[in-house]
């Protein structure tokens, strides 16, 4: 039997490490933190994205998912701000399902 995975902030983030991606709590909300372009696109800075999801289970396992998602649009060069506008309005209970059985199946990438 696998081990079980350990969803909390600080488990998440050593997953992530080497990724250029941390999962931060700010009052009981989530954030994704990453060197990103700024919204004009011209230069880099920190930059937090709001996943407008709870630091409960289920946000977290939604968060660790949007994460890796953001790690490797990082990676390609592929990152836009348009795909992430919206990424603050939460979850409905399709999408927490659909991330947990990701999870579940281990589809999502483990850090090295």
């Given at each position: 039997?696998?081990?079980?995975?350990?969803?909390?902030?600080?488990?998440?983030?050593r997953?992530?490490e080497?990724?250029?991606?941390?999962?931060?709590?700010?009052?009981?909300?989530?954030?994704?933190?990453?060197?990103?372009?700024?919204?004009?696109?011209?230069?880099?800075s920190?930059?937090?994205?709001?996943?407008?999801?709870n630091?409960?289970?289920?946000g977290?396992?939604?968060?660790e998912?949007?994460?890796w998602?953001?790690?490797?649009?990082?990676?390609?060069?592929?990152?836009?701000?348009?795909?992430?506008?919206?990424?603050?309005?939460?979850?409905?209970?399709?999408?927490?399902?659909?991330?947990?059985?990701?999870?579940?199946?281990?589809?999502l990438?483990?850090?090295?």
């Open positions: 039997m696998a081990p079980k995975k350990d969803l909390s902030l600080e488990g998440i983030n997953r992530l080497g990724s250029g991606v941390r999962l931060e709590q700010r009052g009981g909300k989530l954030y994704l933190r990453a060197t990103l372009p700024n919204k004009r696109g011209d230069r880099r920190q930059q937090r994205i709001s996943l407008g999801v630091a409960i289970v289920s977290l396992e939604y968060a998912a949007k994460a998602e953001l790690a490797s649009q990082k990676s390609r060069n592929a990152f836009s701000w348009s795909e992430w506008q919206d990424a603050g309005e939460g979850l409905t209970d399709v999408q927490v399902k659909m991330y947990r059985e990701a999870l579940r199946m281990n589809s990438p483990e850090a090295a």
